[in-house]
């Protein structure tokens, strides 16, 4: 089968950095998607890494390795617009090139 | 471009009422999602279509789901009959080729009495 675990919630303050985990158990994948999601909102987009190692976007890293089925997405410089839940999904060989998803975690920041 | 379009964007139906999704990918794209979500169950890949043909309803919970997708500018979801337990957000998403970003619509918040 293939699974995706990241942490339910984690806690950050404002103007700090924080690190999202997302452990994986897959067959095989072509990438690892990052996608944030504020209350009420719906999924954005945030990152996508085909090959290990890290992609900077922004105040926005993702990494991957495949080696340790690992990757996160760190956060820089801590906004308290950057509250909200963030996805990891990997797009599996074995299902029909679908996205196969985390259960999110919530990042909640304080001031 | 407008982005994916669903509507409505909220529904409120009693138990036992047909309910109908509407969904407008974005131009050009060729693969389109419909997607459930709840507290409980997180998001929830419920049907995809690549080029207007279904590929992989598996996760359509059951007959009472059914999903359309006559042209490549519009897609439905149906619930007939609508049950409480039905009661979530509703997205539906697009991208440019299956396994590449998806861009979700605003969804349809529905709630079934």
């Known amino acids: 089968g293939q699974s995706l675990e990241q942490p339910s919630e984690v806690t950050a303050v404002e103007g700090a950095i924080v690190q999202i985990n997302c452990t994986y158990q897959t067959s095989g994948f072509y990438g690892l998607s990052w996608y944030q999601q504020h209350d009420g909102g719906a999924p954005t987009f945030l990152s996508y890494?085909?090959l290990d190692g890290l992609e900077e976007t922004g105040r926005f890293s993702s990494f991957l390795s495949r080696s340790d089925s690992y990757g996160y997405l760190l956060l820089q410089e801590l906004q308290m617009k950057d509250s909200a839940s963030y996805f990891c999904?990997?797009?599996?060989?074995?299902?029909?090139?679908?996205?196969?998803w985390g259960a999110g975690t919530k990042l909640i920041i304080k001031p | 471009d407008a982005g994916v379009i669903q509507s409505p964007r909220h529904e409120v139906t009693e138990m036992g009422q047909e309910v109908t999704l509407r969904c407008k990918p974005i131009s050009g794209h060729n693969s389109l999602f419909w997607y459930r979500q709840t507290m409980m169950r997180g998001l929830e890949l419920l049907i995809y279509?690549?080029?207007?043909?279904?590929?992989?309803d598996s996760g359509m919970p059951e007959d009472r789901f059914s999903a359309k997708m006559p042209n490549a500018s519009f897609s439905t979801l149906k619930i007939q009959p609508s049950e409480p337990r039905d009661s979530a957000v509703y997205f539906c998403a697009s991208s440019l080729q299956t396994g590449t970003e998806q861009y979700f619509g605003p969804g349809t918040r529905l709630t079934v009495t």
């Open positions: 890494n085909a």
């Open positions: 279509f690549n080029n207007n043909v279904p590929i992989d």
């Open positions: 999904a990997v797009t599996g060989l074995d299902s029909n090139y679908q996205l196969i």
